[in-house]
């Protein structure tokens, strides 16, 4: 446990490394890679990146001021917790409204609520298996669908999943794979980077670790 809690310390330090040691530009820029793909995945143009760059810069300040939550203890499991929408928006709402771009503010808004349930809902250990969750007399998850999931950042899995830390890229992709509907799977094969992001498993892992040794 000991040797594996100094190569997490360790991958951290490396990673901000390659910023300066500053962990808000790692952020930022872990931010606005993610809102350039979600514009783009919704047939929108991205805004521009000094825009982003000042959105993502905000929202951090505000993940500072509020405070982030702790990390799970050693054989803690925690409990998944949803946001209210109430609160979600009360933090959501000042941000996207304070976007220079009018025309973008709208999708923006879905990207920050998801965004702000990343930063705050806190960690947990088992998956609530949404993704494979089929509603009674509907022939797929929608999880599984195009229209439900591209206007999410997380794709698939929800915003604070713990398989975005548990697992390995490529054991998270098997995972679905043998999961997935089959009736659904050309279109998993034809869209997996929109159903398994993997900026936003970055962004999860260097918040996974910034809640460890980041406070330091």
Known sequence: MLTFALDQASTYRRTLAIYGGDFPTAFALA???????????????????LALQAFARSL??????????????????????????????????????????????????????????????PEFKKCRQSFKDVAPGAPTCERQTLDCTRPRISGTHCVDCPYWTQLTPEKNEKLLRKEWAPDATPTLEAHLGLFLPEDFRALRHLLHLHLRFGRR
Do not use: C
């Open 31 to 49: 931010v606005q890679k993610i809102l350039r793909r979600h514009f783009t995945q919704n047939d929108l143009p991205p805004p521009p990146d």
């Open 60 to 121: 951090w300040e505000l993940a500072r001021r509020h405070g982030l939550p702790a990390a799970l203890a050693a054989g803690q499991q925690g409990d998944p917790h949803d946001m209210p929408d109430s609160e979600v928006n009360r933090l959501a709402d000042p941000l996207v409204a304070a976007f220079p771009q009018p025309e973008a503010r709208a999708h923006l808004g879905l990207a920050t609520r998801d965004l702000i349930r990343a930063l705050f809902q």
